[in-house]
């Protein structure tokens, strides 16, 4: 299998760059992305870590047709990548504002030449620059990748192609969806390639009947653990045959999905999220939901997603109980999107001392480190109401990146003491852990 190349986007990157793009539709534009090569297994992936516009005085001429830089603005970018370590390959971008809105996108033969030449130029004053190049139209990209002996095709991530819902009873399904997000917005949500679930206990479970309910049809279920009689009380499709037969969790949740919507596309992967299965999808997913109850794998998924530039969404739940009385009832949802600088780490919501327990294999040790009191266990009561809110809120904030109903919140605060009240927390992102080693590079 050969390898496959895609640029990734920080969050609403993509939409700024075709709005400072074709903001004259009367002449050609251009900017250039400086980008970090990732690279897992066959997958190559370009992360934008910064965008570079010419300003007006460094535009030679424009037209219709064509654009011309004065080499000033590139040599200097040049410079400052060649001294960079976050920095590895030089993207360039340029618009054909000329085509009909049904035309699709090509490089013209003066590109062709054009790169050709910079290719040639770079590797010989710049040989550890790679370089990549994207051509947009107002509805359609081409994109390549200039590598030693050959050229290869670069896709874009965030690129949403939307697909024809083709069986008629798969829209009667979603008939009452309809009037609420539109038909165009079910459409999309149909068309998203891929989400992953991590975890797909009390949490996950409700998160995904509450996405193939909503229209998503196409994910990914991710879950080493079978199911207990005491997980019946919350875990949807489960039933008490299941517990008796210790099934997996992973195939019950996927019987019960299709015995509502036999259309859907669902992979279940019995491992942790740390198996080459799991994270191939996860690389793949447009969103991760991380429901898990262990700092580790939430961890894990934080610095994994972060690296490879994918948005996740991580759903939390809490029931203090002290003395027999319960003392909070409380869950939130946190949205992370690539060059947010902000992550579980930097704002507390894992715990090195926890992540390290949890890898210990030693039984002893374990034991030595609860009794002098680091790390408190027990485990805390888990309902589906409160479950059910906060997958509801997350699905919900989800859609809402389709339909645009409300204003984006990156962390929802639900609170049921004394009163259901739910709000937006910003001070946590305000007093976060500015440092942090894994989102702020």
């Given at each position: 299998?050969?390898?496959?190349?895609?640029?990734?986007?920080?969050?609403?990157?993509?939409?700024?760059?075709?709005?400072?793009?074709?903001?004259?539709?009367?002449k050609e534009q251009f900017c250039i992305i400086l980008a970090k090569r990732?690279?897992?297994?066959?997958?190559?992936?370009?992360?934008?870590?910064?965008?570079?516009?010419?300003?007006?005085?460094?535009?030679?001429?424009?037209?219709?047709?064509?654009?011309?830089?004065?080499?000033?603005?590139?040599?200097?970018?040049?410079?400052?990548?060649?001294?960079?370590?976050?920095?590895?390959?030089?993207?360039?971008?340029?618009?054909?504002?000329?085509?009909?809105?049904?035309?699709?996108?090509?490089?013209?033969?003066?590109?062709?030449?054009?790169?050709?030449?910079?290719?040639?130029?770079?590797?010989?004053?710049?040989?550890?620059?790679?370089?990549?190049?994207?051509?947009?139209?107002?509805?359609?990209?081409?994109?390549?990748?200039?590598?030693?002996?050959?050229?290869?095709?670069?896709?874009?991530?965030?690129?949403?192609?939307?697909?024809?819902?083709?069986?008629?009873?798969?829209?009667?399904?979603?008939?009452?969806?309809?009037?609420?997000?539109?038909?165009?917005?079910?459409?999309?949500?149909?068309?998203?390639?891929?989400?992953?679930?991590?975890?797909?206990?009390?949490?996950?479970?409700?998160?995904?009947?509450?996405?193939?309910?909503?229209?998503?049809?196409?994910?990914?279920?991710?879950?080493?653990?079978?199911?207990?009689?005491?997980?019946?009380?919350?875990?949807?499709?489960?039933?008490y045959k299941d517990a008796e037969d210790k099934r997996l969790k992973v195939?019950?949740?996927?019987?019960?999905?299709?015995?509502?919507?036999?259309?859907?596309?669902?992979?279940?992967?019995?491992?942790?999220?740390?198996?080459?299965?799991?994270?191939?999808?996860?690389?793949?997913?447009?969103?991760?939901?991380?429901?898990?109850?262990?700092?580790?794998?939430?961890?894990?998924?934080?610095?994994?997603?972060?690296?490879?530039?994918?948005?996740?969404?991580?759903?939390?739940?809490?029931?203090?109980?002290?003395?027999?009385?319960?003392?909070?009832?409380?869950?939130?949802?946190?949205?992370?999107?690539?060059?947010?600088?902000?992550?579980?780490?930097?704002?507390?919501?894992?715990?090195?001392?926890?992540?390290?327990?949890?890898?210990?294999?030693?039984?002893?040790?374990?034991?030595?480190?609860?009794?002098?009191?680091?790390?408190?266990?027990?485990?805390?009561?888990?309902?589906?109401?409160?479950?059910?809110?906060?997958?509801?809120?997350?699905?919900?904030?989800?859609?809402?990146?389709?339909?645009?109903?409300?204003?984006?919140?990156?962390?929802?605060?639900?609170?049921?003491?004394?009163?259901?009240?739910?709000?937006?927390?910003?001070?946590?992102?305000?007093n976060r852990k500015k440092d942090c080693f894994i989102c702020n590079l």
């Open positions: 299998m050969d390898e496959k190349y895609e640029i990734r986007f920080k969050k609403n990157s993509l939409n700024k760059i075709f709005k400072n793009l074709f903001s004259d539709e009367k990732e690279q897992v297994n066959k997958l190559v992936i370009l992360k934008e870590i910064e965008i570079c516009y010419p300003k007006q005085s460094e535009i030679l001429s424009s037209s219709l047709t064509h654009i011309s830089i004065k080499k000033d603005f590139i040599y200097k970018i040049l410079l400052d990548l060649d001294k960079r370590v976050d920095v590895d390959t030089l993207v360039e971008i340029h618009t054909h504002p000329f085509l009909e809105s049904n035309s699709k996108v090509s490089f013209s033969s003066i590109d062709d030449e054009d790169e050709k030449n910079f290719k040639e130029y770079l590797k010989e004053n710049y040989p550890k620059t790679s370089y990549a190049s994207l051509v947009f139209s107002n509805n359609s990209y081409k994109g390549r990748i200039y590598l030693d002996e050959k050229i290869e095709e670069i896709e874009i991530k965030e690129w949403n192609i939307t697909k024809e819902i083709q069986d008629p009873k798969y829209l009667d399904i979603y008939n009452r969806n309809i009037d609420y997000m539109g038909i165009d917005n079910l459409k999309k949500i149909f068309s998203t390639e891929k989400i992953s679930i991590v975890g797909v206990g009390g949490l996950g479970s409700v998160v995904a009947e509450h996405l193939i309910n909503m229209g998503f049809n196409n994910l990914v279920l991710i879950d080493n653990d079978i199911v207990e009689y005491s997980n019946l009380n919350r875990l949807v499709g489960a039933k195939e019950v949740l996927k019987e019960h999905l299709l015995s509502i919507n036999p259309f859907l596309n669902i992979k279940a992967i019995n491992s942790d999220i740390k198996s080459d299965e799991a994270l191939n999808e996860v690389l793949e997913s447009n969103k991760v939901f991380l429901t898990t109850d262990n700092h580790s794998s939430r961890a894990f998924v934080n610095d994994f997603c972060l690296r490879y530039f994918i948005p996740f969404i991580s759903i939390g739940v809490n029931i203090s109980v002290k003395n027999g009385i319960v003392s909070d009832i409380s869950g939130e949802v946190i949205k992370i999107f690539p060059g947010e600088k902000f992550c579980l780490r930097c704002l507390g919501r894992v715990k090195q001392i926890n992540i390290d327990y949890e890898n210990i294999k030693s039984e002893e040790i374990k034991e030595k480190i609860l009794k002098r009191g680091y790390i408190t266990q027990h485990k805390d009561p888990a309902v589906k109401t409160l479950n059910t809110i906060l997958a509801s809120l997350a699905v919900d904030s989800y859609i809402n990146e389709f339909t645009n109903y409300n204003r984006e919140s990156s962390i929802l605060v639900y609170e049921n003491n004394k009163i259901p009240t739910i709000y937006e927390d910003n001070m946590s992102i305000k």
